[in-house]
């Protein structure tokens, strides 16, 4: 029988236990499972209390080099006692293994584990925590950019068009209103506001929580370089979801914003532009399921187009209707 190629695959939770247990001399009394599959594959590997996270970088996802750049920088995080999840070194003090699946090479990091539980519904109290840790991460003093990505018109949104272009037609409602926002959309909006390095994934779901305060940011594979309150504004837009009450949606978001001032201090500008970076992530985030088509497909329809356009059209829209009753009274 002939072995017919794959694009993807699930390494076994089994095999890939004991793998890292050789390179990581772990004790035998660890066991891995599979935690879930994604843009990239997750795996827990634990024994009693001690917990780790296995990462497996989708084939042709990242680069050796794009992931170099990220322990790089979460080593630094680490350093400066930021609380993320970290990377951990193998017994010869290499951070990075490379197993060759059925699709091809595949990267492979072990990562501490974040203590904590994931909070939805989260009070004041830890909206202004989580804003403190963003602005502690946007404060990191760095000589160059990091070697990766960066976030700008180009990639936020004229490359997700194209990416979606390959599904949808252009004549769709909602793709004319994605190009009109690139339209509409100018890198010199963004001149003299903050730039660095950017998560461009902080949400509830990656980061744990204890005691309502004390945070642990994870996921750093959309990591690189942009302007900050991208950061700011995706984590505006998902709480704005999150809050069908509006009034503790701008009680809770003042109080992220002020966590976040206590260590970084934001522009009227940076402001004013909450909500045009806010959508220009989603447009982001719509592309990588189009460019990820193997992952998204399940979904990747155009009642979905229809439905997550709509979301950032009414983010939008709260937004100019909060800016034109501030004008008339």
């Known amino acids: 029988m002939t072995a017919f190629p794959v694009t993807r695959s699930t390494l076994s939770a089994k095999e890939l236990g004991e ?24 795996y827990f590997i634990s024994s009693g209390e001690t917990k780790y996270v296995i990462r497996v970088y989708s084939h042709n996802w990242r680069s050796k080099d794009d992931i170099t750049e990220e322990i790089k920088l979460l080593n630094l995080l680490k350093e400066k006692k930021i609380t993320v999840s ?72 004229e490359l997700p068009y194209e990416y979606l272009k390959q599904f949808f037609p252009e004549k769709l409602t909602e793709m004319e209103f994605i190009k009109a926002f690139g339209e509409s959309f100018r890198d010199s909006d963004f001149d003299n506001i903050g730039e660095g390095v950017v998560h461009m994934d902080i949400w509830y779901d990656n980061m744990a929580v204890v005691n309502e305060k004390e945070i642990t940011i994870f996921d750093f594979d959309f990591c690189g370089n942009g302007w900050q309150v991208l ?32 260590v970084r201090a934001l522009s009227d500008n940076e402001l004013r532009l909450i909500p045009k970076a806010g959508a220009s992530v989603f447009v982001f985030y719509l592309g990588v399921q189009a460019q990820r088509f193997d992952w998204s497909n399940i979904f990747l ?26 004008l008339n009274t």
Not at 19 to 42: P, V
Not at 96 to 119: D, W
Not at 241 to 260: R, W
């Open 86 to 157: 970290f990377p951990i070194q193998d017994k010869n003090g290499a951070f990075i293994q490379e197993i060759n699946a059925p699709e091809g090479s595949r990267y492979v990091v072990l990562f501490s584990f974040a203590q904590g539980g994931k909070i939805r519904f989260m009070d004041k109290e830890t909206c202004s925590s989580i804003g403190s840790l963003m602005a502690k991460i946007h404060t990191l003093p760095l000589n160059k950019p990091i070697d990766r990505i960066s976030y700008n018109k180009q990639s936020l949104i």
């Open 301 to 326: 329809t155009e009642n979905y187009l229809k439905m997550f356009v709509g979301r950032i059209k009414s983010w939008l829209d709260y937004y100019k209707e909060r800016e034109m009753a501030a």
């Open 231 to 262: 950061d700011i504004a995706y984590f505006c837009k998902q709480l704005f979801f999150i809050e069908s009450d509006k009034k503790q949606y701008e009680s809770k978001v003042q109080s992220f914003l002020n966590g976040y001032q206590k």
């Open 19 to 42: 793998f890292i247990k050789d390179r990581y001399q772990l004790n035998e009394n660890f066991t891995c499972e599979l935690f879930r599959t994604g843009m990239n594959h997750t």
